[in-house]
T-cell receptor
C-alpha cells in the first residue's frame, strides 16, 4: 500500500527566503504525486502534479517539485517566499493506474515572517 | 473550472441529531469523496463513490453513511451525531480513476456538535 510522509508539521521562513517542504512516498509501483495548498478556511487547491512526463514539475504561484525515484521524494520548493504563501501544504500519492483514492500526508503548515 | 459546492460553511448541531452534509459538483465527475480534517491528523477518508448508488468505505467510516442518488450529488450522513465528530469536513470530486486526474475540493463545512 502506498503512503506519504511529510517531514515537519510546521516550517517557518523569512520573506524572500527559500521554501522547502519535504515529502517522501512509499509505493511498490510507479506513483502519481500531487501537492495541494490550503489557505485558511478554504478547501484544498491543486498546486502541481507529477505524472511521469518530466521529473521537474512547475506549478502555480512559483512553486515547483522534483521527483527523485532513488530517494522516493517529491519535495516542494519556491525560490523566494511571499507573505501570501502562508498556508498548509499537503503531499498526496496514488498508484500509477490504480483504482484507489489519493493518499494524503498529514500536512505542513508554512509560516512566512516579515 | 470545476466547482464543488458544499451546502454549509458552518454548522452547529446537538448530540444525537441526524446530520446531513451535502456536496454538489458541476463537472460530471464519476468519483466523489468525503474527508474529515483534524489538526495533526491531516485528511482522513470517510467514504467515496465511483458511480451513482455505489459507495466504498474509506479509512474511518464508523458513525457515518453516504448517499449518491444522482451523479452530481454526494451526501454525508451522521446517523446520531456525537461530540467526537466535531471537525472540518471536505468534499472532493475527480474525473475517473487512473491516477492522472486530480481531486477538486469544496471549501469545507466546519461542523460543531454540542
Amino acid at each position: 500500500a502506498q503512503s506519504v510522509t511529510q517531514l515537519g508539521s510546521h516550517v517557518s521562513v523569512s520573506e524572500g527566503a527559500l521554501v522547502l517542504l519535504r515529502c517522501n512516498y512509499s509505493s511498490s509501483v510507479p506513483p502519481y504525486l500531487f501537492w495541494y495548498v490550503q489557505y485558511p478556511n478554504q478547501g484544498l487547491q491543486l498546486l502541481l502534479k507529477y505524472t511521469s512526463a518530466a521529473t521537474l514539475v512547475k506549478g502555480i504561484n512559483g512553486f515547483e517539485a522534483e521527483f527523485k525515484k532513488s530517494e522516493t521524494s517529491f519535495h516542494l520548493t519556491k525560490p523566494s517566499a511571499h507573505m501570501s504563501d502562508a498556508a498548509e501544504y499537503f503531499c498526496a500519492v496514488i498508484t500509477f493506474g490504480g483504482n484507489t483514492p489519493l493518499v494524503f500526508g498529514k500536512g505542513t503548515r508554512l509560516s512566512v515572517i516579515a | 473550472d470545476v466547482k464543488v459546492t458544499q451546502s454549509s460553511r458552518y454548522l452547529v448541531k446537538r448530540t444525537g441529531e441526524k446530520v446531513f452534509l451535502e456536496c454538489v459538483q458541476d463537472m460530471d465527475h464519476e468519483n466523489m469523496f468525503w474527508y474529515r480534517q483534524d489538526p495533526g491528523l491531516g485528511l482522513r477518508l470517510i467514504y467515496f463513490s465511483y458511480d451513482v448508488k455505489m459507495k466504498e468505505k474509506g479509512d474511518i467510516p464508523e458513525g457515518y453513511s453516504v448517499s449518491r442518488e444522482k451523479k452530481e450529488r454526494f451526501s454525508l450522513i451522521l446517523e446520531s451525531a456525537s461530540t467526537n465528530q466535531t471537525s472540518m469536513y471536505l468534499c472532493a470530486s475527480s474525473l475517473g480513476f487512473g491516477g492522472q486526474q486530480p481531486q477538486h475540493f469544496g471549501d469545507g463545512t466546519r461542523l460543531s456538535i454540542l
